[in-house]
């Protein structure tokens, strides 16, 4: 089933913060009814996802950053370079979701 919501993510890369798809004009109860209904998920807190996301992505931001580089342009199938190595860009202010402050 094809909703705006679904829409909207899809559009984002199947990812996005919670943020974002408010400010797109979703509300908190209607993206909370699609993760109660299982139509999409939430990774971590402040993202959510659809089956589609791709895992190097929620991984990204489970640990609280994003993904750069060679497995950025990966992930959007512009370039799959020869690298084996997971680029991520984590801001040392940021902790990984799960970690006790």
Same mark, same amino acid.
């Given at each position: 089933?094809?909703?705006?919501?679904?829409t909207?993510?899809?559009?984002?890369?199947?990812?996005?913060?919670t943020?974002?798809?408010?400010?797109l004009?979703?509300?908190?109860?209607?993206?909370?009814?699609? /993760? $109660?209904?299982?139509t &999409?998920? #939430?990774?971590?807190?402040?993202?959510? *996802? !659809? %089956?589609?996301? @791709?895992? /190097? $992505?929620?991984?990204? &931001?489970? #640990?609280?950053?994003?993904?750069?580089? *060679? !497995? %950025?342009?990966? @992930?959007m199938q $512009?370039?799959?370079?020869?690298?084996?190595?997971?680029?991520?860009?984590?801001?040392?202010?940021?902790?990984?979701?799960?970690?006790?402050?």
């Open positions: 089933m094809d909703t705006p919501l679904l909207d993510l899809t559009r984002l890369g199947n990812l996005a913060p943020r974002r798809l408010v400010d004009g979703h509300s908190r109860s209607g993206i909370q009814r699609a /993760l $109660a209904s299982g &999409v998920l #939430r990774p971590c807190r402040g993202w959510i *996802a !659809t %089956a589609q996301a @791709s895992q /190097l $992505a929620v991984t990204a &931001v489970v #640990r609280g950053g994003k993904l750069t580089s *060679a !497995t %950025a342009l990966s @992930s $512009a370039w799959d370079g020869m690298s084996d190595f997971v680029h991520v860009n984590v801001s040392p202010h940021r902790r990984p979701a799960g970690t006790p402050p």
